[in-house]
């Protein structure tokens, strides 16, 4: 079975500090894709990123960054110099090929919340 | 590009009587999408998967009978909650994935449903 842990709940920072969220995942498929959502108040799911299991490259997009680790089967994503506007539920996904479902496991995401 | 609209975004009914919620991909066409509910503080859960001129793919614990879902166009899909109680009050978000090898789906704004 396919498994996402979050297990931070909440953070509380200040603007301009970095933030690091934590996403764990398990999986038994060979081929898989892991996803980072942000949820604003308004309701709406933002995409901010796809990767792929084949593909361990670092990624960084503006102030935000992806680590991503198989040997730990982690997933971690970065803020750096955290603003008020990133305050949000942040969700951690992972997609698999099995039956070609391609449905979406999603953690249960941690809130973030930046203090000016 | 690739957006999914959702209608209504908010609905309020009486218990008993049943809310037809609508999922469009307005630029794209969708052979697959996904039908999530997400409680309060918590994270989505899927609840079926429907592909376009097929019956949908229900999880686990999910009632078919209740939450009847109809792919009946590339680019729509609805979901209709028959005989409302209080507890299916939740946020509903659909996704929608095209056609080709991306696994990436595309969300909806979602709909508030509350069941007085």
């Known amino acids: 079975a396919q498994k996402v842990t979050q297990a931070q709940t909440e953070i509380s920072v200040v603007e301009k500090e970095d933030v690091t969220l934590d996403c764990v995942y398990e999986?038994?498929?060979?081929?898989?894709?892991l996803f980072w959502y942000k949820q604003p108040p308004s309701g709406e799911l933002v995409f901010l990123i796809r990767r792929n299991s084949f593909d361990e490259q670092n990624e960084i997009s503006g102030r935000y960054s992806w680590n991503f680790q198989k040997s730990t089967s982690s997933f971690n994503f970065t803020i750096t110099a955290s603003q008020v506007v990133d305050s949000a539920v942040y969700f951690c996904?992972?997609?698999?090929?099995?039956?070609?479902?391609?449905?979406?496991?999603f953690g249960k995401g941690t809130k973030l919340t930046v203090n000016p | 590009g690739a957006v999914v609209s959702q209608h209504p975004s908010w609905v309020i009914c009486k218990s008993g009587t049943s809310v037809k919620i609508e999922c469009r991909s307005l630029?794209?066409?969708?052979?697959?999408m996904f039908w999530y509910r997400q409680f309060p503080k918590q994270s989505l859960m899927l609840m079926a998967t429907?592909?376009?001129?097929?019956?949908?793919?229900?999880e686990q614990g999910v009632e078919k009978d209740k939450f009847l879902i109809n792919h009946a166009s590339l680019t729509l899909s609805t979901l209709t909650v028959t005989s409302a109680h209080p507890e299916d009050s939740s946020f509903y978000i659909c996704s929608a994935r095209g056609q080709g090898a991306s696994y990436e789906q595309y969300f909806g704004p979602g709909t508030r449903l509350t069941v007085t």
């Open positions: 999986t038994r498929d060979t081929t898989y894709y």
């Open positions: 630029d794209f066409q969708a052979t697959t």
């Open positions: 996904a992972l997609s698999g090929r099995r039956g070609g479902s391609e449905k979406l496991v």
């Open positions: 429907s592909n376009e001129g097929s019956k949908a793919t229900y």
